[in-house]
């Protein structure tokens, strides 16, 4: 069950599909979007593409891993982040960087870049592992779910049983500080505007983002 909650979109359990769905109901179905997805990498200067939206009026929803490596962030910065994915509302784009709410902050363009090509995996720690373990975890859903099995999600607990084993009986110190599983979450932007402007036709003839060859 644990594993499983984790699948589904840490973020207030909201995928990109729901925040639509929310929209067309709180709007009365007068505001709607599209998703673009930027997994995998996508042939594009993403801060000339959410400048040109942003300059239309169209509103940017943006998803982000925070779990994604990057490089040089202050761990003053690291401490106040997201755990893992999030959605940010993109409201500017300036020479150095994303302007984003929820919570307001600045983000380097490299930055955002990478987090938001991000494939759709979600990292736990070994910690939480091994303490959902003596709760017990749903196997069945580890062995025939295709994308479990795909990502050999028993696998990596088996690894991380054994280590704990060997670091209990003999102190070797654990190698895996996390496993990975597949989530619901999917890296990209969702683009908003009222369904009877110029702005919503835009967005829904607008052509996907090219992939990165």
């Known amino acids: 069950h644990f594993l499983n909650t984790s699948y589904h979109a840490p973020d207030m359990g909201m995928t990109h599909h729901d925040i639509l769905k929310a929209m067309d109901t709180l709007s009365n179905n007068r505001v709607s979007g599209r998703f673009f997805e930027f997994y995998p990498q996508r042939r594009v200067d993403i801060r000339y593409w959410l400048a040109g939206w942003i300059k239309r009026g169209v509103v940017p929803l943006a998803t982000l891993n925070y779990q994604k490596a990057v490089r040089s962030v202050s761990e003053e910065e690291r401490g106040s982040m997201p755990k893992d994915w999030h959605h940010h509302l993109v409201y500017a784009v300036s020479y150095d ?46 062995k025939t779910v295709p994308e479990w099995r795909q990502m050999n999600v028993l696998g990596q607990i088996e690894v991380v049983e054994r280590e704990e084993e060997r670091f209990n009986s003999l102190s070797i110190p654990c190698g895996m500080k996390h496993i990975a599983i597949p989530s619901s979450m999917i890296g990209g932007i969702t683009l908003f505007a009222h369904k009877d402007s110029e702005n919503y036709k835009a967005i829904m003839s607008s052509e996907e983002v090219f992939l990165k060859i």
Do not use: C, W
């Open 97 to 142: 960087g994303i302007h984003l709410s929820n919570p307001i902050t600045k983000m380097k363009a490299e930055h955002f870049k990478q987090r938001i090509e991000s494939e759709s995996v979600v990292l736990i720690s070994r910690d939480e592992v091994l303490g959902r373990l003596q709760g017990g975890l749903d196997y069945d859903q580890l």
